[in-house]
């Protein structure tokens, strides 16, 4: 009978656990992501304009930061949503690629990170149409911004 209760109340908590992470932990701090689809390794997935602006208008709404559209382990397309600004990051082995959608917002690359800020690194603002490209090592960070949603392309590493 003890079994069988503890069983009942660690089920009950790994499914809220799993909810909680699928919605994206509430908030824009959140570190939780929600993915939409593993990556098919027997046809072509497509993703149209019309999928992607109601993404991002989702995230708006829910206050995610970022969705996984497609999860490929080494590989993943993300859309990202960003109010404000976030802490700088630096991936030991992954390759970046953004694709501004919509909004401004000051990028920072290069420099040193420490303390989750870049010093010494190139600022620039990043508007629609632009494509940045950050290869593994470069420190990086998005701030000063009303509100930015790009496309976001990780390979080449799980860091």
């Given at each position: ?10 089920a009950l ?17 959140a ?19 019309a999928t992607l602006?109601?993404e991002f ?21 993300n ?13 030991k082995?992954i390759?970046?690629?953004y ?33 940045v ?8 960070g ?8 790009y ?7 799980t860091?």
């Amino acid at each position: 009978m003890i079994r069988t209760r503890l069983f009942g109340a660690v089920a009950l908590t790994l499914c809220t656990v799993a909810a909680f992470a699928q919605a994206g932990g509430g908030g824009q701090g959140a570190a939780a992501r929600v993915v939409r689809h593993q990556a098919p390794a027997d046809k072509a997935l497509d993703l149209p304009d019309a999928t992607l602006k109601a993404e991002f208008a989702e995230m708006a709404a829910r206050k995610l930061i970022t969705t996984r559209l497609i999860e490929g382990g080494a590989y993943s397309l993300n859309t990202r949503r960003i109010v404000g600004s976030e802490p700088a990051q630096v991936h030991k082995s992954i390759i970046e690629f953004y694709f501004v959608r919509e909004g401004t917002a000051t990028l920072i690359t290069g420099g040193t990170l420490a303390e989750g800020k870049i010093r010494g690194g190139v600022e620039r603002v990043v508007k629609p149409g632009d494509v940045v490209f950050i290869p593994p090592g470069i420190p990086h960070g998005i701030s000063n911004t009303a509100g930015i949603s790009y496309l976001n392309i990780h390979f080449g590493g799980t860091d």
